[in-house]
């Protein structure tokens, strides 16, 4: 319906019937409420859904390329060497040694491909030595991998940050760090993990290009809506600030229970 100030929104609108005591229609007795904003979210939500998806196939496709470009091909190129080493076996002890240890190599390349590609999916450190050795892995690993340097500090963290927290801020700083090192046009990036007086914050920044944030969210910022949805499920608060050409911080702030939560030094 158009309101009086030309606006046109969504209604609710429900009503009976109403009659005289002569059996005559008078008119209809109801009710018409805005839902406007409730129209707004429905349609968001089957956005955001959407964009997951997508998020989830692009996932699913870097990880098979992964596997077929790097991984596999590693060791197809190991099982030719090994073929032609069976087939022409050196002949001195010294050549011998020379290859097997050139196929350690390659071995243990191997094995540390495997090894980041499994870390980027679950983190074994978070499970067993906690958030801040799990974030500063993820950070020197990153930073190796893509030739950037990656600056982590932290202060006061509470020690048995719960699971489902703690899982939060490792893929929000992987998110973070991986739409930094796609949009920024910068190579160093900082992170910072530490504690508040109720609860863990986490702060990503660069000095790059920067963005229009209403912009990304509305279009192609699958990594930001990502961030933004893992955020909202612990109850978190997450607060983005960027101009174009004047870097982005990304920063977020969980909750913890009152028992483990420490103030910060």
């Given amino acids: 319906m158009q309101r009086k100030d030309g606006?046109?929104?969504w209604v609710l609108d429900t009503g009976v019937p109403r009659f005289n005591v002569d059996g005559s229609f008078a008119?209809?007795?109801?009710?018409?409420?805005?839902?406007?904003?409730?129209?707004q979210a429905e349609e968001a939500l089957v956005g955001i859904g959407g964009k997951l998806i997508a998020a989830q196939e692009q996932e699913r496709t870097r990880i098979a390329r992964?596997?077929?470009?790097?991984?596999?091909?590693?060791?197809?190129?190991?099982?030719?060497?090994?073929?032609?080493?069976?087939?022409?076996?050196?002949?001195?002890?010294?050549?011998?040694?020379?290859r097997v240890e050139g196929f350690a190599k390659?071995?243990?390349a191997v094995s540390e491909s495997v090894q980041a590609l499994s870390h980027r999916l679950h983190s074994s450190?978070?499970?067993?030595?906690?958030?801040?050795?799990?974030?500063?892995?993820?950070?020197?690993?990153?930073?190796?991998?893509?030739?950037?340097?990656?600056n982590f500090s932290h202060e006061s963290v509470p020690d048995n940050v719960p699971q489902e927290i703690a899982l939060c801020l490792f893929r929000v700083t992987q998110a973070a760090l991986v739409n930094?090192?796609?949009?920024?046009?910068?190579?160093?990036?900082?992170?910072?993990?530490?504690g508040t007086s109720q609860g863990v914050r986490l702060v990503v920044r660069d000095a790059g290009v920067?963005?229009?944030i209403e912009q990304m969210l509305n279009h192609d910022g699958i990594g930001l809506i990502s961030i933004r949805e893992r955020t909202r499920f612990v109850n978190g608060k997450l607060a983005l600030h960027s101009k174009p050409n004047a870097g982005t911080t990304i920063e977020v702030e969980v909750p913890l229970p009152s028992e483990l939560s420490q103030s910060p030094d």
Avoid at 27 to 39: C, F, M, P, Q
């Fill in 7 to 9: 606006c046109y929104r």
């Fill in 66 to 98: 992964e596997l077929h470009d790097d991984i596999n091909q590693q060791l197809a190129f190991l099982s030719v060497t090994l073929d032609q080493f069976r087939e022409n076996p050196p002949t001195s002890i010294s050549q011998i040694r020379l």
């Fill in 27 to 39: 008119g209809y007795i109801g009710s018409a409420l805005d839902v406007t904003a409730r129209k």
């Fill in 180 to 194: 930094a090192l796609k949009h920024s046009g910068v190579k160093s990036f900082d992170v910072l993990l530490g």
């Fill in 210 to 212: 920067g963005f229009n």
């Fill in 106 to 108: 390659k071995v243990a």
């Fill in 125 to 150: 450190k978070l499970e067993y030595l906690g958030l801040v050795v799990a974030i500063q892995g993820f950070c020197r690993e990153f930073a190796a991998q893509h030739q950037v340097e990656v």
